[in-house]
Each structure stands twice: as structure tokens, then as C-alpha cells.
């Protein structure tokens, strides 16, 4: 695919986010992983020129939940920016979304770069609960896989808990509550078997990560609806909660 082609395709991307209109899935002509993150680098260059920042550094598919609940089988990754940050304990507000899901993960926060094939466990600084709200630009989220990375892996909002030193990772319960109600239950080990091999994925897949970068190792559950009006919490054994209560109207107020 030609470089116009490929800028013509993130311009539509970035101008569905922003109308909160679809594009179709299917409908790209993307083929190569390669031409994906191209378009993906081109739709975070707009944001930038916006005078968005970019925070850090999002795995996708990392669990068997996710790529059964997406039909796809390999990792992914994309970028998240302070305009996506949600404050932990705060309000959301869902007006220009398309047809927002939340899922349930864990944030790593590096203290030392991490370079392909380096220690991730000796970078990593600190480790927290985290939702991420996913938002996908295409109809009924139906994409192909250089569909979703060129669409910035779906990537709308992110909430981080409270960060704490890492301890053993391995097999932590993971609760996402919708208004107290459980909606997923999962275990930190889905995430490729070890969070800490998410983090190492992301350095082999980025380059290389500076410190003071957060990393969202990729969804431990399947993603579920975000409505209006909600409370949600998500629940890491020994790291804590983190959340926040969905707008245009406060959770218990009527539409
Ligand atoms: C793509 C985003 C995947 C995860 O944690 O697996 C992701 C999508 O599901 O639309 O963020
Ligand atoms: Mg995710």
C-alpha cells in the first residue's frame, strides 16, 4: 500500500475517533502488520500535533480470553496518552465514545529503560490495578489484526491504582466489578502465563522502553459494555482497586 493510502487510512481513523462515527472493518485494504503500525505511527503523529503526550505503552491479546473474544491470536501493541489518563476515584465522561468496554489489568512503571531481550523485572519500578477502556473506530469491533493496530489497538481511556513495589505476580486474583456486581474474574497468570513476560514483549515489540514509561501488560478477562452511569471497579489480589464512575450522569442518578 502506497504512503498516501496509508496516511488517507489513519486520517479516517483519527477523524472516526474524533466524530465518534465507524469505519468498516474489512474495509481497509490493510494486509501487513508492518503498513498497520505505520498507520498507527500516523494516527498518534495527529494527536501529537494536537499537543497530546504520550504516557507510555499498551500490549493487546496478551490473554486467551481477549483473542477468543476478538477471534485474533496474536500480540499487539499501541500507545496511550495523557488525554486517555482517567483519575483513579474520578469521572468518565462517555459523550464522543463510540461504543466504549472496560477490561480489568495490571500497569507497569519502569524505573530503568528496558532494551529487547533485557530483565524486565529489573526495570520495573512499581506495579498497580488498571482498567483500560477500549473503543474501537470499526463497526460491532469486528477488524482484522493489522485493522486493530493501525486503529491504535483500540485504545480510549486508562486508570491507574495505587502503584506498589512489585512482589510475586505470578497468580493474582483479578475481580472486575460493574457496579459491585462482578462482571469478570480472572488471574494476573492468563497474562502470557507471567505479567512480567507482557513487559518483556513490549520491549521486544517497541525497541526499546526509556524509564518513567508505564506499560498496560493487556487485558487478564474479557472486555465487557461500559455504559453510562456506572460504577466500575477493578480488583488485583495484594495491589489494591482502582476506579472511577462513568458520566454524562453520576452513577445512581437518573438519565
Ligand atoms: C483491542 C485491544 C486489546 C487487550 O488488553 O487485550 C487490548 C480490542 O480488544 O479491541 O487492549
Ligand atoms: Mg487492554
Known amino acids: 500500500m502506497s504512503a498516501p493510502h496509508l496516511d488517507a487510512l489513519a486520517q479516517r481513523l483519527d477523524d472516526a475517533a474524533r466524530q465518534a462515527r465507524t469505519v468498516a472493518g474489512g474495509s481497509t485494504g490493510l494486509t501487513t502488520t508492518d503498513e498497520a503500525y505505520r498507520v498507527q505511527d500516523a494516527v498518534l503523529a495527529r494527536m501529537s500535533a494536537r499537543g497530546e503526550r504520550i504516557t507510555g505503552f499498551k500490549l493487546g491479546f496478551t490473554s486467551v480470553a481477549k483473542m477468543r473474544q476478538m477471534g485474533v491470536s496474536d500480540l499487539i501493541h499501541g500507545r496511550i496518552t495523557d488525554r486517555m489518563e482517567i483519575p483513579d476515584g474520578g469521572r468518565y465522561d462517555l459523550t464522543g465514545l463510540i461504543h466504549p468496554r472496560v477490561e480489568p489489568e495490571i500497569a507497569f512503571l519502569l524505573g530503568d529503560v528496558l532494551r529487547p531481550g533485557g530483565d ?136
Do not use: C, K, M
Open 120 to 255: 524486565p523485572a529489573a526495570a520495573v519500578a512499581a506495579v498497580a490495578p488498571a482498567l483500560e477502556v477500549i473503543d474501537s473506530r470499526y463497526d460491532g469491533f469486528v477488524f482484522s489484526l493489522p485493522e486493530v493496530i493501525a486503529d491504535n489497538t483500540s485504545a480510549a481511556g486508562y486508570a491507574l491504582g495505587p502503584w506498589s513495589t512489585p512482589g510475586d505476580l505470578a497468580n493474582l486474583g483479578v475481580l472486575l466489578e460493574l457496579d459491585g456486581r462482578p462482571a469478570q474474574t480472572g488471574s494476573t497468570a492468563a497474562i502470557l502465563g507471567h505479567p512480567l513476560r507482557a513487559l518483556a514483549a513490549a520491549a521486544r515489540l517497541a525497541g526499546e522502553l526509556p524509564a518513567g514509561t508505564v506499560v498496560l501488560a493487556g487485558a487478564a478477562t474479557a472486555a465487557v459494555p461500559l455504559p453510562p452511569g456506572t460504577h466500575v471497579r477493578a480488583t488485583v489480589a495484594t495491589l489494591g482497586s482502582v476506579q472511577f464512575g462513568t458520566g454524562p450522569h453520576a452513577p445512581g442518578e437518573r438519565a
